[in-house]
């Protein structure tokens, strides 16, 4: 009976192998460090299997990675005492691509059509970048369950590979290489060593090379070692293989705290808010060990939603040992984490605003929607929160203030912080709404992301100033354009006539049409009748898609303004419906409420008409 199997890769390993096989990339080192990551995966996975499972193979086995080499032969081993493959998961894992970087690499060979060799390094290609240094690769592997047969695997980088019964006693895998002859300084040990303590000096299990007793590597994590002992490179790199985001982290947090918790926590603040094409981590959440065990990949209760932005490790010597995936999130200590966490990210953030004001404003570019939904989500936080909002103004349409920043200009007399919601910045700012504050100075906060109306759900109050749209709020006019606005007013008895005139013409289109006293430079605005929802929530409602009409407005009229006098006294009746209907169409459009905008320009025409033949 020949226990032997053939089998073909499929299409895209092909490629893959045939990039690999003819790379003549000058990292090829680097195989060295996916086939111990491998190996130290391995090992995880046969802990994790312990904490509940006491019936593995070899259970006493030290947890361990073998590196040995030999130069006569061109000969290198990797053996590990991990987990091990049944003959079924050699041939589905190591049969096709499985490292998501793998194929990101394949897509952007493809697309650039250049060398793609170079990247390799970067993107981490896994297991198969073994195919740079080898002439053939043999698999030998014994799974922990205590009744599983060795196999091995073997393949030359052809298109197939051979799967057939092992012969190997430990639990655990082994991966021999045959060198290429150009390959051959990887049979050196000193090169080996260094390969081992340039990319792999983290791993957490000891690294034997050769005879020697002593591991190669140091054995801590990254975020188990004291931060001086830490370059900044150092961050970087451990990001980048984590992420595989090209761009640096715009900062890391690095802690370790005894109180209320026991944890360790590694923590990047990436610099763009999508994550690049050639992401590794396509999930949000962070890596979660207990003592140096991972426990699950992507852990969504570490941090608070509207922080789901941030990337890395935390790590608790307080976790019950027999924890599982399931048991993290019933266990008390996931809160407490949580609190800590969270609060170190926000003073973070804090530290970033204080110190580095630019690059503060890119991150808020970036994650700003994030914390206004923070503030509509989490009212708890909302405190924490606050300082880190930037707006731009009336005032200051350029820059971001904070709204400290904002009430530290704000006028002895000022009670309330001005707000203005609108679709974009340069309609706000012409809103007749703002009249009064243009007029007067008095700097108004321009809401013009859609996540804004969610925030102004939870921020309703700063310090000890409410929050004011200014289409609801008070103005004080003072007292010289007050007279000034009195001795241009129009006639009462004509100015009802007038509003007769809107109330005929705009009929059901409007709760009422009245006089305001807030307008100087603009003719008309529209406001909302008392007791109709805010402006703010109509917008929430309107982006959640809620069936949900547009109150009618009540249209207010400045009784000063020389278009109204003027079309009083107007002779034409059709010129003079269809003026009011295009003041009633031009307040809808500066509130960004008007349904069919272009169906104005006919009515446009006929009034540009009407006034070149006068
Ligand atoms: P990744 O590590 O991202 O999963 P790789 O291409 O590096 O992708 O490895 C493919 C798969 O082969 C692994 O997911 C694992 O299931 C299996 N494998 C590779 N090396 C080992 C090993 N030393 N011990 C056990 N399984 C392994
Ligand atoms: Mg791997």
Redesign the pocket.
């Known amino acids: 009976m020949t226990d032997s199997q053939q089998f073909t890769f499929k299409a895209e390993t092909k490629q893959l192998l045939n990039i690999l096989i003819h790379s003549l990339y000058k990292d090829r080192e680097v195989f060295l460090r996916?086939?111990l990551?491998?190996?130290s995966?391995?090992i995880n996975r046969l802990r994790f299997e312990m904490l509940t499972n006491a019936n593995v193979l070899d259970a006493d086995a030290e947890l361990k990675i073998h590196v040995r080499a030999d130069k006569d032969s061109r000969t290198v081993t990797i053996q590990?005492t991990?987990?091990?493959?049944t003959r079924e998961?050699a041939i589905d894992?190591?049969g096709v691509?499985?490292?998501s970087g793998?194929r990101k690499f394949l897509e952007a060979a493809k697309e650039k059509n250049v060398d793609a060799s170079g990247m390799i390094g970067q993107f981490g290609v896994?297991?198969?970048s073994v195919f740079m240094v080898a002439e053939w690769v043999k698999v030998t592997?014994r799974s922990f369950h205590p009744d599983a047969e060795a196999v091995t695997w073997y393949a030359t980088g052809d298109d197939a590979y051979q799967v057939s019964a092992g012969e190997m006693s430990e639990r655990g895998?082994k991966?021999e290489i045959k060198l290429k002859e150009d390959a051959a300084e990887f049979a050196e040990e000193y090169r080996i060593k260094n390969i081992i303590h340039k990319h792999s000096d983290y791993i957490g299990f000891p690294i034997y090379v050769g005879d020697e007793k002593e591991s190669v590597n140091k054995q801590t994590s990254l975020w188990r070692t004291s931060r001086n002992e830490i370059t900044e490179d150092q961050y970087k790199d451990f990001y980048r293989q984590t992420t595989l985001d090209f761009e640096e982290p715009l900062s890391h947090i690095h802690f370790v705290t005894d109180a209320p918790v026991q944890l360790y926590a590694l923590l990047y603040i990436p610099s763009k808010a999508e994550r690049g094409v050639f992401a590794l981590r396509k999930e949000d959440g962070l890596k979660l060990y207990s003592r140096n065990i991972l426990i699950d990949d992507y852990n969504k209760d570490l941090l608070p939603e509207y922080l789901r932005f941030v990337q890395g490790v935390v790590d608790s010597e307080d976790l019950p040992l027999n924890v599982s995936r399931e048991t993290v999130q019933s266990s008390g200590l996931m809160p407490k984490l949580k609190k800590v966490l969270t609060g170190q990210v926000i003073k973070e953030l804090e530290s970033m605003a204080k110190k580095d004001a630019e690059k503060y404003n890119s991150f808020w570019g970036e994650f700003g929607a994030y914390l206004k939904q923070g503030i509509a989500a989490s009212p708890m936080d909302t405190e924490n929160i606050q300082g880190l909002l930037r707006f731009k103004t009336n005032l200051n349409p350029e820059t971001w203030s904070s709204l400290e920043e904002y009430v530290g200009r704000m006028k002895a007399e000022q009670k309330e912080i001005y707000f203005i919601v609108g679709e974009d910045s340069k309609s706000v700012l012409r809103s007749p709404h703002l009249d009064y504050f243009h007029a007067q100075g008095t700097e108004v906060l321009l809401l013009t992301d859609p996540m804004d109306s969610f925030m102004l759900m939870g921020l309703r109050k700063y310090k000890d100033f409410e929050l004011k749209n200014v289409s609801q709020a008070d103005v004080k006019i003072d007292e010289k354009e007050k007279e000034k606005a009195e001795a241009e007013k129009m006639p009462d008895t004509d100015f009802n006539t007038l509003i007769e005139k809107f109330k005929q013409v705009l009929g059901e289109q409007v709760a009422d049409v009245r006089a305001s006293s807030r307008l100087s430079q603009s003719v008309a605005r529209l406001v909302d009748p008392d007791g109709t929802m805010n402006p703010e929530m109509q917008r929430v409602y309107k982006f959640l898609g809620k069936e949900y009409e547009v109150p009618k407005k009540i249209l207010e009229l400045n009784p000063s303004h020389a278009i109204l006098k003027n079309l009083l006294k107007l002779e034409n009746a059709d010129l003079q419906t269809a003026i009011v209907e295009q003041i009633y169409d031009s307040a809808l459009l500066v509130e960004g409420l008007h349904p069919d905008p272009s169906s104005i320009a006919p009515r446009v025409q006929r009034i540009i008409e009407a006034a070149l033949q006068k």
């Not at 991990?82 to 493959?85: E, L, T, Y």
């Open positions: 996916e086939l990551s491998n190996a995966d391995a590990d991990g987990i091990g493959m998961e894992h190591l691509i499985a490292q793998a896994g297991f198969y592997s895998t991966i």
